[in-house]
């Protein structure tokens, strides 16, 4: 499964963001598509996942209530809108896809990331 993220940039804190990954392959392998990102000099976390199928999600806590993650099956897309962004959003974000239930990224299935920054 190849991704290919886009849509960063740079926003204002409270304004809103949204990103994009479009898929492409064997997008009938994909159970799960998710979001992760890494700000300088820290380690890549987990931000938010959504079951391909039955469109159920997860977030982590410090981006509840602010992001959504959704998907358009038609186009294979998976959607992060960023509402009420935080400086200490800025990062490096990632799609990811969990390919046969493997887990995220087990197959490679990495998009090659996309600068967001927050500025206050």
């Known amino acids: 499964v190849r991704l290919q993220a886009s849509g960063g940039g740079l926003v204002q804190a409270g304004g809103s963001l949204g990103l994009s990954c479009a898929t492409s392959g064997r997008t009938f392998s994909v159970y799960r598509m998710g979001w992760f990102r890494q700000a300088p000099g820290k380690e890549r976390e987990f931000v938010a996942a959504i079951d391909w199928s039955y469109g159920s999600t997860t977030y982590a806590d410090s981006v509840k209530g602010r992001f959504t993650i959704s998907r358009n099956n038609a186009w294979n897309t998976v959607y992060l809108q960023m509402n009420s962004p935080k400086p200490e959003d800025t990062a490096v974000y990632y799609c990811?896809?969990?390919?046969?239930?493997?887990?995220?990224?087990?197959?490679?299935?990495w998009g090659q990331g996309t600068l967001v920054t927050v500025s206050s």
């Open positions: 990811a896809a969990d390919v046969d239930g493997l887990g995220f990224g087990a197959t490679g299935s």
